[in-house]
């Protein structure tokens, strides 16, 4: 079983949609947790961290539910740009190496 | 903001080839600088923890002889390809630390990657 596990989608949405992803982690000793994005043959780049309480940025909102060990972000009103591959990835506990999921492909259309 | 830059962008190579990627940390010092690969539609895998001033530590499956790494400064780290195969054909990616930065991933900044295609 992988350590981290995303739908690789592709998820085709509309301008303006609403989309979520989810993400589960195998690894109780999780520590941290992040979703990156990575546009195509570019390096990941960190979108957002993940905490237990939730939290949000502008369009972006993530969630964490350690019980389940899943995370989720969810992103209101699709813009073109969006588009993107989209990485859940987690730190375990006293380490410093991250943990990346395969991504989640969005396809944003006008 | 911190910069992390990688060279070369892109390398195509014979098999049997050695080729050696560059990654340089341009505004901060790195005490930790991290090697990552990854294949087409899958996930950036972990090759190698490199600390400045001593050996790397690899990733189990992965081969310290034929990944070499050296981490000779504070702002440079090399991966040396050896003998390069095509099934070495990957996108490899670094990322460093700041030093003296808490060991959290908010501190690691990454290249922009370096395509290598072995023929």
């Known amino acids: 079983r992988k350590e981290v596990e995303q739908d690789p989608g592709p998820f085709n949405v509309p301008e303006g949609a609403t989309v979520a992803f989810n993400c589960t982690y195998s690894n109780s000793a999780s520590q941290s947790f992040f979703w990156y994005r990575q546009d195509c043959r570019k390096e990941p780049k960190l979108l957002m961290s993940v905490y237990s309480s939730g939290n949000e940025d502008g369009r972006f909102t993530a969630q964490l539910n350690r019980a389940s060990q899943y995370i989720s972000l969810l992103i209101r009103d699709s813009k073109l740009s969006d588009s993107a591959t989209y990485l859940c990835?987690?730190?375990?506990?006293?380490?410093?190496?991250?943990?990346f999921g395969t991504g989640t492909r969005l396809q944003v259309f006008p | 903001g911190a910069v992390v830059s990688q060279h070369p962008s892109r390398v195509i190579c014979k098999s049997g080839t050695s080729v050696k990627i560059e990654c340089r940390s341009l505004?901060?010092?790195?005490?930790?600088m991290f090697w990552y690969r990854q294949f087409p539609k899958q996930s950036l895998m972990l090759m190698a923890t490199?600390?400045?001033?001593?050996?790397?530590?690899?990733e189990q499956g992965v081969e310290k002889d034929k990944f070499l790494i050296n981490h000779a400064s504070l702002t440079l780290s090399t991966l040396t390809v050896t003998s390069a195969h095509p099934e070495d054909s990957s996108f490899y990616i670094c990322?460093?630390?700041?030093?003296?930065?808490?060991?959290?991933?908010?501190?690691?900044?990454f290249g922009p990657g370096t395509r290598l295609l072995v023929l």
């Open positions: 990835v987690v730190i375990l506990y006293n380490t410093d190496k991250l943990i």
């Open positions: 990322s460093a630390t700041l030093a003296g930065g808490a060991m959290y991933q908010e501190t690691q900044y």
């Open positions: 505004d901060f010092q790195a005490t930790t």
């Open positions: 490199s600390n400045e001033g001593s050996k790397a530590t690899y």
